[in-house]
């Protein structure tokens, strides 16, 4: 890893490990030259294709461009002056290269763990007009082929100005003919993926509703035409944020495409007061000339390691049971001692009590804000109901859903004020609550007190937070009217500011955060939450195509998955306890229905289920994941789990409808070392070799919802 800059010809090139990244100063602007495989910096690297012999802004590929004076594609950045007037130039001002990588104020970030494993490289930009300044941020990885990206962007003249966008990543490339790839759903239908053409225009995703969302997630990559799971180029944009986001892609009548990444202008406008800074969140960026799974690798290991943070980052997470679908709001302390005792003779190490637990909660329409346990329910209070699980040797586990407020609440009485809102206008419910107005320091010291008061005197292991609602009337009563277009912005950084405090100040307490399931599962939360329950739909079929989509991008470590009753509650659908097993057990993995109504056939299954997860899962959590088919091409899906070392695996094969006449299955697995000797359990010794290119052969399942799992060991 390392930033050479090459004063005489004012290129900048970054390289990671097996990637190159470089930029020139050309005609006083910051010019992209190039991004991909690695090359050496031992030649001459001028006369590359990108930099300008003409002075037509259209046909320049600027790292940060800029709106109004002849680049008619979509800008980086706009501000508005005093003067009404909206146009500015960058122009190159100077650079710097710090060792390893500085925090991004108030946002969550990647980061180094030593001056050793990053470097990052500062480019300055100026425009002498306004004087504003805008510092790019890159940085380079050691051990990880990614770029992480960011802007500052300062007013250093005399009077306020408006940004109207401010994004994090720019980049003109020339691929016109790839194609976007994206990650597409809803709630209990979450990270689809789609793939498309690009074509003259424009092609965007993005969020406008506060949260990063189920619908579309922070998260794009272009493809070259024929790349798939192992081969092709892939160029994978990933945004550190969880409110609104754009990512698009412009191919311009040239042939060009303008990749640009961050905050959604829509809606913003923050003033910039003379002196004062904005951050932008950051846009990690991976190449990969190994597919959609050398991408995804590079991603996984990042985020596991770079980006989620605390004892838990590398830690074997406990197998739970959570009560949510075993007795939804209807429960009492007796009902959640019984779930557990049954969950610790199975061997369950976590016992979560989900929503109900706290006011006049017995259905969604009251009492959220008021965090205080409901004695009708739990009459000894959380303490005892936490002790009683305590004794029978399962952790405690706490849900919560702190961003929001129900009217129906003391806490809504007593402070109307403390929704989001717009004077005069309607406030439009969802699942009959409103959201909390997380810009305001007076609601975020409210939670920061209730909710340590609580972590604090209760013995907590685990919390799960939750979000359930867009946002909607994004007005804040304690802002200015010239601040109003900075509050979907500011609730953000608020969420932040208050899950940074919280988990600072209980680093002990396990973390999954929640927005209805996977409404909130993007990079942001990673950091202060190393996990995330990954939908709502627990239906094993449906968790097939939601997990393997989101683990284009995120790690397994990162993903809830639980083993839920039949009929399903999402879909109805019947599927065998072992399907339900395995899909689970790809994942973080638990239970979510009534332990104690299992018959005792199942009950002798599902030990045998918790007995492998625990020798597999530091494996599961901390391995290589190397996916073998697409749930969303076939009726079949597959996946595999490879030790950092190779000397273990772990392989996962579902079939959901059984079809007629097909002999053998045929599996070919991947990641192994090709020299060793493998034992394939219950099938027989391989080289590493065989198993790869001429695959293992097993007898055809039958029957539909059909699973195995091969448990995969090198032999001497
Ligand atoms: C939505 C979550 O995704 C569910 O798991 C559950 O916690 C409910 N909220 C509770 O209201």
Known sequence: MSVHVHEQTMIFHLQGPHTS???????????????????????NLEGLPNVPNHDNLDQISQEYPQYGNGDFREPAYQIKLADGSRISELKYKGYRVVPG??????????YAESEEDAETLVIILGDDYSGLTVELSYTVFAEHDAIARSARLINNGSGSLRLLRALSASLDMDIPNYD??????????????????????????????????????????????????????????????????????????????????????????????????????????????????????????????????????????????????????????DKIEAIAKTGAELGIELFVLDDGWFGKRNDDTTSLGDWVVDKNKLPGGLRDVAERVNRLGLK?????????????????????????HVPGRRRTLARTQS??????????????????????????????????????????????????????????????????????????????????????????????????????DTDSVERLKIQYGTSLVYPVSAMGAHVSAVPNHQVGRFTPL?????????????????????????????????????????????????????????????????????????????????????PTQLLRLKGLDPDLEYEVEGIGVFGGDRLMNAGISFPALTGDYASRVFQIKAVR
């Open 180 to 333: 976007a790839l994206y990650l597409a759903g809803a709630w209990s239908r979450e990270a689809h993926l789609q793939r498309r053409p690009l074509g003259p225009g424009t092609t965007a995703i993005g969020s406008k509703r506060g949260m990063s969302g189920h619908q579309l997630n922070p998260f794009f990559a272009l493809v070259s035409p024929q790349a798939g799971e192992d081969q092709g180029e892939v160029f994978g944009f990933s945004l550190v944020y969880s409110g609104n986001f754009l990512a698009e892609a412009e191919v311009d009548p040239m042939g060009k495409v303008r990749v640009l990444m961050g905050l959604n202008p829509f809606d913003f406008d923050w003033q910039l007061d003379a002196g004062d800074s904005f951050q932008t969140p950051e846009a990690v960026m991976v190449y990969s000339a190994a597919g959609l799974g050398g991408m995804s690798r590079t991603y996984h290991k990042l985020y596991r390691t770079r980006l989620a943070r605390g004892m838990h980052r590398d830690k074997e997470r406990p197998i739970l049971v959570n009560n949510w679908e075993a007795t939804y709001f209807n429960f009492n302390a």
């Open 101 to 110: 990588k500085p925090k991004l104020e108030g946002l969550p970030a990647v």
């Open 396 to 420: 405690f586990g706490l849900w919560f859903e702190p961003e929001m407020i129900s009217p129906d609440s003391d806490l809504y009485r007593s402070h109307p004020d403390w929704c989001l």
């Open 578 to 662: 072992s399907m339900r097993g395995n899909v689970a057990m790809s994942g973080n993995f638990g239970y979510e229905l009534d332990l104690t109504k299992f018959s005792e056939e199942e009950r002798e299954e599902v030990k045998k289920q918790i007995e492998l997860y625990k020798e597999v899962r530091s494996l599961v959590q901390q391995g290589e994941l190397y996916r073998l088919i697409s749930p969303f091409e076939t009726q079949e899906a597959s996946w595999m789990f490879v030790s950092q070392d190779r000397e273990e695996a772990l392989a996962f094969y579902f079939k959901v409808l059984a079809e007629p006449f097909k």
């Open 21 to 43: 990244y470089m930029m020139q100063v050309a005609g006083g602007y910051l010019v992209h030259l190039y991004w991909g495989a690695k090359l050496r910096d031992d030649r």
């Open 435 to 536: 959201v909390l107005d997380m810009s305001r320091s007076d609601v975020r010291e409210y939670l920061f007190a209730t909710l340590s008061g609580i972590f604090s005197s209760v013995p907590i292991a685990y919390v799960k937070w939750d979000m359930n609602r867009s946002l909607t009337e994004i007005g804040s009563a304690a802002w200015s009217a010239e601040h109003q277009g900075e509050i979907a912005h500011r609730y953000m950084l608020g969420v932040y500011e208050l899950m940074e405090r919280l988990t600072a100040a209980h680093p002990d307490i396990l973390f999954e955060s929640c927005a209805s399931g996977g409404g909130r599962f993007d990079p942001g939360m990673l950091y202060y939450m190393p996990q995330t329950w990954t939908s709502d």
